[in-house]
């Protein structure tokens, strides 16, 4: 089997770096001014009185939780939300940082595309919760929240954009997850309609092979039936014809099953063709029905379906003349046209094929796959007809 294409990068980099790295680089980023770098600001706020505690215990959490967001999406939001929240609260500041709120909105959006919409749904509330939720434990618990965000320091807008990122990551993480589930969905159509297919094909192709010989046989031993204690030898003759239509019959069973078991790969093996209607013909008329096959225009080589398909069709047809038809002989026409293939088959027998049988169904499929018309219906005069149009690709009419 070919390899599998690599994944694009993106897909590559997991998701504890798409957390960890702008949330790192926020925490590294706010507790710049404590060392006094340049071009820092000059007044940085005091960290609480165990603020570094906070801060090296918030940083553990966060981490660990980016860590465990592939295996277990919801505890490593949760231990990324809490560090954050410690990490915040260590360095007294007035409101989260937008690169520790990015990377929570990131968590937000793999949780929608990754996870079940309930717990998505519960991260993307706790993400919104974590703002008003650090105010109200900074400034203190008896103050309206509406004051909260009177301030000018932690106000109402600074909410309402973190809030919308959260919201745009878990609408863009939710699209993924339906996007994927609609690609699962459709894969898993198109593979069920594939089995059904190739069932429907093995159906035909089973009906195909068998139906012909079983009529042969079951008019040999009729015959040899007939004649057992007057025509001893015609008996023997019609039991041997037996013995070498169940044996072909097995063969091509035998064909057919390796065609089946052969790699995708390997090209189909095409059991029959037009190149065996007169051997067809020949095996019917021994078993008592005389087939006339008669060719217009120039004989060619065929594209292997329409070859197989023009086969079976006549076979089938032929198998329904010994059966139903009450008749002695039936008549196989091909025609080699410039852009097509007319075959057809007529007796002069009490008519026979209701368009309910596997027979006429398994024709009539094989017909409209390949694009072609298909008529069967009795004759005004007498008799049964079915006919075939079966248009030949350009290149191969030419």
Same mark, same amino acid.
């Given at each position: 089997?070919?390899?599998?294409?690599?994944?694009?990068?993106?897909?590559?980099?997991?998701?504890?770096?798409?957390?960890?790295?702008?949330?790192?680089?926020?925490?590294?980023?706010?507790?710049?001014?404590?060392? !006094?770098?340049?071009?820092?600001?000059?007044?940085?706020?005091?960290?609480?009185?165990?603020?570094?505690? @906070?801060?090296?215990?918030?940083?553990?959490?966060?981490?660990?939780?980016?860590?465990?967001?592939?295996?277990?999406?919801?505890?490593?939001?949760?231990?990324?939300?809490? #560090?954050?929240?410690?990490?915040?609260? %260590?360095?007294?500041?007035?409101?989260?940082?937008?690169?520790?709120?990015?990377?929570?909105?990131?968590?937000?959006? =793999? @949780?929608?595309?990754?996870?079940?919409?309930?717990?998505?749904?519960?991260?993307?509330?706790?993400?919104?919760?974590?703002?008003?939720?650090?105010?109200?434990?900074?400034?203190?618990?008896?103050?309206?929240?509406?004051?909260?965000?009177?301030?000018? =320091?932690?106000?109402?807008?600074?909410?309402?954009?973190?809030?919308?990122?959260?919201?745009?990551?878990?609408?863009?993480?939710?699209?993924?997850?339906?996007?994927?589930?609609?690609?699962? +969905?459709?894969?898993?159509?198109?593979?069920?309609?594939?089995?059904?297919?190739?069932?429907? +094909?093995?159906? +035909?192709?089973? !009906?195909?092979?068998?139906?012909?010989?079983?009529?042969?046989?079951?008019?040999?031993?009729?015959?040899?039936?007939? /004649?057992?204690?007057?025509?001893? $030898?015609?008996? =023997?003759?019609?039991? =041997?014809?037996?013995?070498?239509?169940?044996?072909?019959?097995?063969?091509?069973?035998?064909?057919?099953? /390796?065609?089946?078991?052969?790699?995708?790969?390997?090209?189909?093996?095409?059991?029959?063709?037009?190149?065996?209607?007169?051997?067809?013909?020949?095996?019917?008329?021994?078993?008592?029905?005389?087939? $006339?096959?008669? +060719?217009?225009? $120039?004989?060619?080589?065929?594209?292997?379906?329409?070859?197989?398909?023009?086969?079976?069709?006549?076979?089938?047809?032929?198998?329904?003349?010994?059966?139903?038809?009450?008749?002695?002989?039936?008549?196989?026409?091909?025609?080699?046209?410039?852009?097509?293939?007319?075959?057809? /088959?007529?007796?002069? %027998?009490?008519? !026979?094929?209701?368009?309910? #049988?596997? #027979?006429?169904? #398994?024709?009539?499929?094989?017909?409209?796959?390949? !694009?072609?018309?298909?008529?069967?219906?009795?004759?005004?005069?007498?008799?049964?007809?079915?006919?075939?149009?079966?248009?030949?690709?350009?290149? /191969?009419?030419?």
């Amino acid at each position: 089997m070919p390899a599998s294409p690599p994944l694009p990068l993106l897909k590559r980099v997991p998701p504890g770096v798409w957390t960890g790295v702008p949330w790192t680089y926020g925490t590294l980023f706010s507790i710049r001014a404590f060392f !006094h770098l340049p071009f820092m600001p000059t007044d940085p706020f005091p960290p609480t009185p165990y603020g570094w505690a @906070l801060i090296v215990s918030g940083s553990v959490l966060a981490l660990s939780g980016c860590l465990l967001l592939r295996p277990l999406p919801l505890p490593g939001f949760g231990l990324l939300l809490a #560090g954050t929240y410690a990490v915040t609260l %260590g360095l007294n500041g007035l409101t989260l940082g937008l690169f520790h709120y990015t990377a929570l909105a990131i968590a937000v959006g =793999r @949780l929608a595309a990754t996870a079940d919409r309930r717990r998505s749904l519960l991260a993307l509330v706790l993400a919104i919760a974590v703002l008003p939720a650090y105010q109200f434990t900074r400034v203190g618990l008896g103050r309206p929240l509406v004051a909260l965000y009177d301030t000018g =320091r932690g106000d109402w807008r600074s909410w309402s954009s973190l809030t919308l990122m959260a919201v745009v990551a878990w609408l863009i993480g939710n699209s993924v997850r339906q996007n994927r589930a609609y690609t699962e +969905r459709l894969t898993t159509q198109a593979a069920t309609q594939a089995v059904t297919a190739e069932r429907l +094909r093995i159906a +035909r192709e089973m !009906h195909d092979t068998v139906a012909h010989s079983i009529g042969i046989i079951a008019l040999q031993a009729g015959a040899a039936a007939r /004649v057992t204690t007057t025509q001893p $030898e015609a008996a =023997r003759e019609a039991m =041997r014809a037996v013995e070498r239509e169940g044996r072909e019959t097995l063969a091509g069973l035998r064909r057919m099953l /390796v065609a089946l078991r052969a790699a995708d790969s390997e090209p189909p093996v095409v059991a029959a063709g037009l190149g065996d209607i007169d051997r067809l013909a020949a095996t019917t008329t021994a078993a008592g029905v005389r087939v $006339e096959v008669r +060719r217009r225009g $120039e004989p060619r080589q065929l594209p292997p379906d329409i070859d197989l398909s023009a086969f079976r069709i006549v076979q089938e047809s032929v198998t329904n003349v010994v059966r139903h038809a009450g008749t002695r002989a039936c008549r196989v026409t091909l025609d080699y046209r410039e852009d097509e293939l007319a075959l057809e /088959v007529t007796d002069d %027998g009490h008519g !026979h094929g209701t368009g309910t #049988g596997f #027979g006429l169904a #398994g024709m009539r499929e094989r017909v409209a796959l390949l !694009h072609g018309e298909f008529t069967a219906a009795p004759r005004p005069e007498g008799g049964f007809r079915v006919a075939v149009r079966l248009p030949v690709p350009a290149t /191969v009419a030419r």
